[in-house]
């Protein structure tokens, strides 16, 4: 089991910045890939950004340019660095995190954490 624990997020200006943060606990020195979801109002949960444990990093087309991926695998922790943020990053954003086992892969997931960007 892991447990993920979101942080930051919050109100702000388009064009300005923000970052959130997530803290995996219980089996994560299983952790595989970390990364970010995100899910607007009547909207489906969409891909923001990746990083494996070997900090290769992938982003969806809409952030790339904009966003950050990082990671800290001794602490567990994934990071999310926004900047230049758009009325259309407003969304929940949800941290996910994938663990690798004899069972084969399980994907955890945060509570999420709300962005809302205004104009």
């Known amino acids: 089991q892991v447990q993920l624990v979101e942080s930051g997020g919050g109100l702000v200006q388009a064009g300005g910045s923000l970052s959130v943060s997530c803290d995996a606990s219980?089996?994560?020195?299983?952790?595989?890939?970390m990364g970010w979801f995100r899910q607007a109002p009547r909207k489906t949960r969409d891909l923001v950004a990746t990083?494996?444990?070997?900090?290769?990093?992938n982003y969806a087309g809409s952030v790339k340019g904009r966003f950050t991926i990082s990671r800290d695998s001794a602490k567990n922790t994934v990071y999310l660095q926004m900047t230049n943020l758009e009325t259309e990053d407003t969304a929940i954003y949800y941290c996910?995190?994938?663990?690798?086992?004899?069972?084969?892969?399980?994907?955890?997931w945060g509570q999420g954490t709300q962005v809302t960007v205004s104009s």
């Open positions: 990083i494996s444990s070997g900090g290769n990093t």
């Open positions: 219980g089996s994560s020195s299983s952790i595989v890939d």
């Open positions: 996910y995190a994938t663990v690798a086992s004899r069972i084969g892969i399980t994907t955890y």
